[in-house]
């Protein structure tokens, strides 16, 4: 019998050409593309005609939408038909990616896989808005929270989280009024940079820079995907003129 085997690949941020190149050479080969919604549709462009491609995460609200479970058994049953999968999630696999959970289903499985990191928009969010995450003399260090646990006040360390020289945010575009409550009433001042980045590295990308105090009126019409940077290095960041300049360059992407 034929063994399959499963690739768990980051298609990074959104900018098809920030996938690795082990990334890439997997989705050429895969015999079957488990896909999500945040990666971009131009990287299945480079999967074989023959290959059986399944949308696993529709957009949120919309229903049918593969439960975890569901998508751990896909894996495990198509590998255990003797295919080669690739399980292509947005970013890097294991940053907030539930790839843990699919790596520790294929073990139990016995399913032979491999991990193929991504770049995740956890670093390349502020890159490509221009802002470094560390910087000498401004930050010698950043963390990274999802802020959708933000209502349960014990899943992030709040006090921690204030001391953070740099302070990234995944998920936090609609809990971003307590995550502000929370890093103000725990000591961060209110005149702390912040930057709130939407879809980096696509074309459509936009950048909101304010202050702690007053970046939720400011960033009203953002929406999802959108990771945001808590910290002085947000000072960094290119005049607007200079950043549409950077933008022109994923707008110009054949
Ligand atoms: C479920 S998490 C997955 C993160 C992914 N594994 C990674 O490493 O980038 C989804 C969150 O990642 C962030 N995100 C993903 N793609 C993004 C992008 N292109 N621009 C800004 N933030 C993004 C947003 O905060 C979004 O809510």
Redesign the pocket.
């Known amino acids: 019998v034929k063994t399959g085997f499963v690739s768990l690949v ?1 298609a990074g ?2 900018d098809p050409e920030l996938i690795t190149l082990k990334g890439a050479r997997a989705i050429e080969q895969a015999e079957v593309i488990l896909y999500d919604r ?1 990666i971009n549709p131009r990287l299945l462009d480079l999967a074989s005609p023959l290959a059986t491609l399944v949308n696993v995460g529709k957009a949120p609200g919309e229903c049918g939408r593969p439960r975890q479970e569901t998508i751990n058994a896909l894996l495990v049953e198509y590998a255990r038909r003797g295919r080669r999968v690739v399980r292509l ?11 843990g959970e699919e790596m520790l289903a294929l073990r139990e499985a016995g399913i032979p896989y491999e991990v193929v990191p ?5 670093i ?2 502020a890159g ?1 808005a221009g802002i470094p995450v560390t910087h000498r003399g401004l930050s010698n260090g950043f963390a990274v929270f ?1 802020a959708q646990s933000a209502a349960d006040e014990d899943s992030v360390p709040w006090a921690a989280a204030a001391c953070c020289p740099t302070l990234v ?5 609609e809990a971003l009024r307590r995550v502000v409550d929370r890093l103000i009433s725990n000591g961060k001042p209110g005149d702390t940079p912040v930057a709130v ?6 074309p459509e ?1 936009r950048v909101v820079i304010g202050q702690l105090s007053e970046i939720i009126r400011k960033m009203s019409n953002i929406n ?5 940077i808590i910290g002085e290095v947000v000072s960094l960041h290119p005049t607007a003129s200079e950043l549409s300049e950077m933008l022109l360059e994923y707008a110009d992407q054949p």
Not at 118 to 122: A, K, P, R, V, Y
Not at 197 to 202: G, L, N, Q
Not at 224 to 228: G, L, M, Q, R
């Open positions: 980051g941020p959104g945040l999630k947005g970013g890097d696999p294991f940053v907030f990616g539930r790839g991504g770049i995740s928009s956890s390349a969010a490509a999802t945010l995944l998920m936090g575009v980045i939407e879809r980096a590295t696509w990308q999802p995907p959108a990771t945001i």
